[in-house]
């Protein structure tokens, strides 16, 4: 058996077992089963076991499974949506974002932190400046993952000039009065 730093996982008799299974689930320790590939695939995720990532989501069915029916089917509609892929940080492309300005402290990421991370602030011609996502600072910096008026792409017009007779027919009927 592989050792896995992870002050989750224990083991009864010879099966590995995980602390963070039997919390999502309520259920016994010993029936929170789990193997050497979930648990290294679990570590190596970016999503905390709490919240719970795809591999507790999937050993907590399983363990409700052992549990019994009743069980079982409500686990299953609780965990089914972690199943999925991980979600996508929300877009920030934006044709409109300048040159990087300033840099600017970000509020919430201090909280844990002597050192501020420090994240760059962009000129913006909607609205002076911007952020690529909110950052909790005082005045609020517009975000581009929340901006309304944020432009992933040029639109290309298909600008032709008039040919002479349209500018002459324009010409003859003259400008309209009211």
Do not use: W
């Amino acid at each position: 058996m592989t050792e896995f730093n992870c002050s989750y996982r224990s083991v009864i008799g010879q099966q590995p077992v995980c602390q963070v299974v039997a919390d999502l689930t309520d259920l016994p320790l010993a029936i929170c089963h789990t193997n050497d590939s979930a648990c290294e695939f679990c570590l190596k995720c970016e999503i905390a076991p709490q919240v719970p990532n795809v591999v507790t989501a999937s050993m907590s069915i399983h363990a409700a499974g052992r549990a019994g029916e009743p069980l079982h089917g409500p686990m299953s509609q609780r965990m089914k949506p972690h199943l999925g892929p991980p979600p996508q940080p929300p877009n920030t492309v934006c044709v409109l974002r300048g040159p990087e300005i300033r840099k600017v402290a970000c509020k919430p990421c201090q909280a844990d932190s002597l050192i501020p991370v420090m994240l760059p602030v962009f000129r913006c011609p909607l609205h002076g400046e911007c952020t690529l996502h909110n950052t909790g600072t005082f005045p609020k910096i517009q975000a581009c993952a929340t901006c309304g008026g944020r432009r992933e792409k040029y639109v290309q017009l298909d600008v032709k000039p008039a040919s002479a007779a349209v500018v002459a027919a324009i010409a003859r009927r003259g400008t309209p009065t009211s």
